[in-house]
């Protein structure tokens, strides 16, 4: 387990990371929210100890310098085209096998797990941005390590690309590591991650499960159909239901499908339509960080 | 620490620009020693009993502070690309990783030098034997020449180290690299005069050449001037090295 504790960074004014503290356990895929500006690549920075500042960050209990091979026990992808341009893929994975002390076959190992055999003695300058993330990826699992701590992975992948990486933190996780995973697809994450840390301008808004925070926080209910929307309105509401108008429907909450169509059977009422609704990770999030967007678009009106 | 030394020799050894340095390096020697000090030599040049001395220290003096590059580069890559990162998350102490540049930078300059030293007086003997001239019997004091001109290269390698560790902007260090030996120190020592021997450069450039320069220390002495920049440079640049944040 990854325990983050009081993390702290500031420059000159202004407070980045405010006394952040969170858990990333093993066996799960954790995902790291936050909008633009609100911290994550410094916490990230922080946790690995490249940044200075206050607070501690603990893998299996133990500082991160306190291993004698760090790069077995956290593999990193902070950015797509952190690389020397003209040094060949092969020998950028090789001079951090070197560094890490991490065994040389495993850069042809890697290199065939991210689909970069082919362009292993070329000059990674030229490469898209996904092939970049791809050699990034690369080079956080090259130590098969413990933690994979990856800054918006999925950047510059194809659909291919991020279904792959998808399912190979999964499992990633699933082998008893544990993935920290920042993202602005909040579609991806949902659909990978089991936890989920949102920051929002430096300080921590949330720390739970997916399924606890779409349960906590979101809006579910039943969007219905019908001709005869006012008499449906009205014996819903007789029934304590609440009942807002919307895309030619209503949506209730307050009562389960199963009510609500016993409810308009025996009221004689025709459904066209009846579906529940749950919130997405999307308008849970927006919810969450609204007003923490460091640098929020200005909304117009007409 | 043996990992830490793999990979530097490794990053400095798998980027053109270390080849292209001491090509450039050594074309560049062969044009000054081996053209137009031997080839197209004047006949009254070749009279002088040290001329293939002072190829040598010549040489080491000038392309030193090409070969240096090399050096400077290993590290400003890692800030403009942001390998330094992966750098550091590898290793468990921060030093060891400053420790192992310094040890790749030294044996870089060190075994250049070497080459450096030995070639030039080589390229001036072939430039003037296809030319038909004989030089005259020649004084070469290997050991005097061999500590000078490795120390000569040393520290220029060092100067370019500590400055680019200190700025960590690559354009910055070079610039500022090339300025100070070149402009900066001509024109403080027309301020300083004769204690112009304890600017850096001068200092470097005395220990290879003491000759050249006139009003100088002796070569021992200008190489104490060197080793105590060197070692306030290092002192500096590591303190910043572990306590800055990496970017």
């Known amino acids: ?302 | 620490m043996i990992a830490d030394l793999k990979a530097e020799f490794r990053k400095l050894l798998t980027v053109r620009s270390t080849y292209f340095i001491v090509i450039a390096s050594l074309l560049i020697v062969a044009l000054f020693a081996g053209l137009i000090s031997g080839f197209k030599a004047a006949p009254s040049d070749l009279h002088s009993a040290k001329l293939l001395a002072e190829q040598s220290t010549n040489a080491v003096v000038f392309v030193g502070l090409i070969l240096a590059f090399a050096g400077l580069l290993l590290v400003g890559h890692e800030y403009r690309y942001n390998t330094i990162m992966y750098t550091l998350t590898a290793t468990n102490r921060r030093y060891k990783v400053l420790l192992a540049k310094l040890i790749a930078v030294s044996t870089f300059a060190i075994i250049t030098s070497l080459i450096v030293t030995f070639f030039s007086p080589l390229c001036t003997i072939i430039g003037t034997h296809l030319h038909g001239y004989t030089i005259s019997p020649q004084t070469y004091d290997y050991w005097s020449i061999l500590w000078r001109c490795l120390f000569c290269g040393w520290g220029y390698a060092l100067y370019a180290f500590i400055l680019i560790t200190i700025l960590r902007n690559q354009i910055g260090a070079i610039v500022t690299f090339l300025l100070v030996p070149l402009i900066g120190e001509n024109i403080l020592g027309l301020l300083l005069k004769h204690n112009i021997k304890y600017l850096p450069f001068t200092a470097v450039q005395a220990v290879a050449a003491p000759d050249n320069l006139g009003n100088h220390l002796n070569a021992g002495h200008e190489a104490l001037v060197v080793l105590v920049y060197i070692l306030v440079g290092l002192v500096l640049s590591t303190l910043l090295f572990i306590r800055r944040d990496a970017n």
Do not use: C
């Open chain 1, 1 to 302: 387990m990854i325990t983050v504790e009081h993390l702290a960074k500031s420059y000159k004014k202004k407070q980045a990371v405010s006394d952040l503290s969170f858990k990333v356990e093993t066996g799960k895929v954790t995902g790291f929210l936050g909008p633009n500006g609100a911290g994550k690549s410094t916490t990230m920075r922080l946790m690995l100890g490249l940044d200075t500042g206050g607070g501690k960050t603990m893998f299996d209990g133990k500082r991160l310098h306190e291993y004698d091979r760090p790069a077995q026990m956290v593999g990193i992808l902070l950015e797509a085209k952190a690389f020397h341009p003209t040094r060949k893929a092969r020998d950028h994975l090789r001079i951090l096998a070197d560094a890490g002390g991490i065994s040389r076959s495993r850069v042809d190992e890697v290199l065939s797990e991210v689909g970069l055999t082919e362009v292993a003695k070329s000059r990674p300058g030229k490469f898209s941005l996904g092939m970049s993330q791809r050699l990034g990826i690369a080079a956080a699992i090259l130590g098969k390590p413990k933690y994979l701590m990856l800054d918006e992975p999925a950047n510059g992948l194809d659909p291919e690309g991020i279904a792959w990486l998808r399912e190979f933190l999964k499992s990633y996780a699933d082998q008893g590591n544990a993935v920290f995973v920042s993202s602005h697809g909040l579609s991806e994450i949902a659909q990978m991650a089991d936890n989920v840390v949102v920051i929002g301008k430096g300080k921590l808004i949330a720390d739970t499960s997916i399924t606890e925070l779409l349960a906590e926080n979101g809006h579910t209910g039943i969007f219905v159909r019908s001709p005869k929307l006012a008499v449906l309105e009205r014996a819903l509401k007789a029934g304590k239901a609440t009942v807002t108008h919307g895309n030619g429907g209503l949506r209730v909450s307050g009562l389960t499908t199963d009510e609500l169509g016993k409810l308009a059977f025996e009221s004689s009422i025709p459904i066209y339509e009846l579906s529940p609704q749950k919130a997405s990770l999307e308008e849970v999030f927006l919810e969450l960080t609204a007003g923490s967007q460091e640098f929020a678009t200005k909304k117009e009106t007409v």
